[in-house]
């Protein structure tokens, strides 16, 4: 995608942002309250998409963002709770998801196993693992609330007379993106991540390992979302429950695509699911619309939204050539 395109496609996310917002505040509904659940929501969906964007750069596939999402944000919350600090259980969620990269890195990048699948296998993984961590640890297989104080808390700052709260993992999530672009586009290893996904036996012959490349770029990405699983309890929900991913992984997915592999556009895509996630929050609670419109089916409008920014951006995407097939010497 050309520079011109790429600030195109910045443009218009924030203008259709300010656009809602604006709708939104005729309503009656509070912006600022609406944009801080936006950031919230917004920051798991930027973190694993960010990632996922350097991992299939480097042409390696994980479809697991929902597994390593729920399994983060179990032991997140374990060893949170074993150091007395919402700070350290983040911390392991990044370094619980970065174990799960390496060890998908290793049966996909040098194993040479189908990168869907095994990612598919993540998932289902996961689906079961979760609800037995949850039972093995806190005797109780479907929620644990923790005690409040381990919660990572949040900035607070006034703008005007408005009482503003951001947290730090979300300035950071906005922050990694830039500098994952930056990495991309403005350095040597970003062009030897690129020519990994694009031309891996270019890239051996200058004698540059493709798979040490692919190996780093999915410990990376799993790292990050990892953090992002660990967030949703430790500085969002305030709890753990078996159901707490709720397919935000495979809307980080979409992100990526969306985004056609650019850090700063899956960015922009992630606030715009999370805003729509935000909004769908605060009209389920409004005193006379939830008693007009069904609760699922405001629930419902982050996915919505995510099928129709995926059917409208999906054409003219380029991918690399060498993307989910494992690279082999000849």
Request: net charge positive; glycine share 12%; aromatic share 10%.
């Amino acid at each position: 995608m050309n520079l011109a395109r790429r600030v195109q496609w910045y443009l218009v996310g924030i203008v259709l942002s300010a656009v809602v917002m604006y709708v939104i505040s005729l309503a009656g509904f509070g912006v600022v309250g609406l944009i801080e659940t936006g950031l919230l929501a917004m920051t798991p969906l930027a973190l694993a998409a960010v990632g996922e964007c350097l991992n299939e750069q480097a042409g390696t596939v994980n479809v697991g963002m929902e597994g390593i999402f729920l399994i983060t944000a179990i032991l997140g919350v374990y060893w949170a709770e074993v150091w007395g600090s919402g700070l350290y259980g983040l911390l392991f969620g990044a370094i619980t998801g970065a174990l799960i990269g390496l060890v998908f890195a290793l049966v996909s990048v040098y194993g040479r196993a189908n990168q869907v699948i095994a990612g598919m296998g993540l998932n289902i993984l996961a689906l079961g693992l979760g609800p037995y961590l949850l039972m093995s640890i806190w005797a109780f297989p479907g929620i644990h609330v923790f005690r409040r104080e381990l919660m990572f808390q949040p900035m607070h700052f006034m703008i005007g007379e408005a009482y503003f709260s951001i947290n730090a993992v979300t300035v950071a999530a906005i922050v990694i993106a830039v500098l994952a672009y930056l990495l991309l586009h403005r350095t040597l290893l970003g062009i030897r991540v690129r020519a990994a996904g694009e031309n891996p036996i270019a890239v051996d012959v200058a004698g540059i390992s493709v798979g040490k490349i692919r190996l780093l770029m999915c410990v990376i990405g799993s790292a990050l979302a990892g953090l992002g699983g660990a967030f949703m309890p430790l500085a969002w929900f305030g709890g753990v429950v078996k159901e707490i991913s709720a397919g935000r992984g495979f809307i980080a997915l979409a992100a990526v695509v969306f985004a056609g592999l650019d850090p700063l556009l899956a960015l922009v895509a992630s606030f715009i699911f999370g805003f729509s996630e935000g909004v769908a929050y605060s009209v389920v609670v409004s005193p006379g619309v939830k008693e007009i419109v069904p609760f699922y089916f405001v629930q419902m409008a982050p996915y919505a939204v995510t099928l129709l920014v995926l059917v409208v951006a999906i054409g003219g995407k380029k991918f690399p050539r060498a993307l989910g097939k494992p690279y082999v010497r000849e």
